[in-house]
């Protein structure tokens, strides 16, 4: 994926934007920070980039206000113009719709969903599948273009209502449903995805399989081994806290274990 055996993903989580907790009033120094970010990315050889509306807590279940989707679009329209790399966008939580819109008019190449297939209870509340709204929807606004990875049994969730249903045969579904790709994840931010559940969910499908969770430069290897693209967030962070600021050398030091 994106041209490599196993890529890497590399996550820019954004401050509290417009409508969120926490909102400063500065879009400029938002959108400049974002640039940075994915400046150092771009420098230390990631080969794509990912942008989250992470630090928007409490996050609203299903949508964001039309403030958040104007102002994350502002964001990666200017990401857009400076980088030619791929480039993906989630909206938290379950905000897929507004993620489609915001990555139709940027041309960008992916989205990250949640609730694609079968429901689940997350922090916000019970989570509906998705998949035909969104997949209706994509085709109707001609932005087939744009990838759909979507999270499986994911990360902060409560998948008892689901637990006669494998995490293999859930991907199996997200395929038939037309995802683009299936991310496989911790049980939360920086927790190790489990590695035998990668294994069965690559031998289920015949979709890129991406780990969403817990990557590092001492597991990357075991992860590359069975899975398309790692999508990175946390490790890379000073610290190692995905609510640190980015880390060059942290950066540096997983794509030297990638290659």
Not at 74 to 99: M, S
Not at 147 to 174: G, V
Not at 182 to 197: H, P, S
């Amino acid at each position: 994926m994106f041209g490599k055996p196993c890529s890497l993903i590399g996550v820019i989580h954004l401050p509290p934007l417009p409508g969120a907790a926490g909102w400063d009033g500065n879009l400029s120094r938002l959108v400049e920070q974002a640039l940075s970010e994915a400046a150092l990315y771009d420098e230390t050889g990631f080969d794509a980039i990912i942008v989250e509306n992470t630090h928007d807590t409490p996050y609203l279940k299903g949508e964001v206000g039309a403030e958040t989707t104007a102002s994350m679009t502002v964001i990666c329209h200017r990401l857009r113009q400076e980088f030619k790399k791929p480039l993906g966008v989630q909206v938290l939580a379950g905000a897929n719709i507004e993620a489609l819109a915001i990555a139709a008019a940027c041309d960008f190449e992916f989205i990250r969903v949640e609730g694609f297939v079968f429901a689940h209870i997350g922090d916000e509340g019970l989570h509906d599948a998705c998949a035909g709204k969104l997949i209706r929807h994509r085709f109707n606004i001609k932005a087939d273009r744009v990838k759909i990875f979507a999270d499986i049994k994911k990360k902060h969730s409560s998948n008892a209502i689901t637990s006669d249903i494998s995490i293999a045969e859930t991907a199996n579904m997200a395929e038939y449903f037309r995802a683009d790709g299936v991310i496989v994840t911790g049980m939360r931010t920086g927790v190790e995805a489990d590695l035998d559940e990668v294994r069965s969910v690559k031998e289920a499908t015949s979709l890129p399989v991406l780990i969403g969770s817990g990557v590092t430069w001492d597991n990357l290897a075991s992860y590359a081994a069975c899975s398309d693209a790692l999508i990175i967030g946390s490790s890379v962070k000073v610290d190692g806290q995905w609510q640190n600021k980015l880390d060059r050398e942290r950066c540096k030091r997983i794509v030297a274990a990638a290659n």
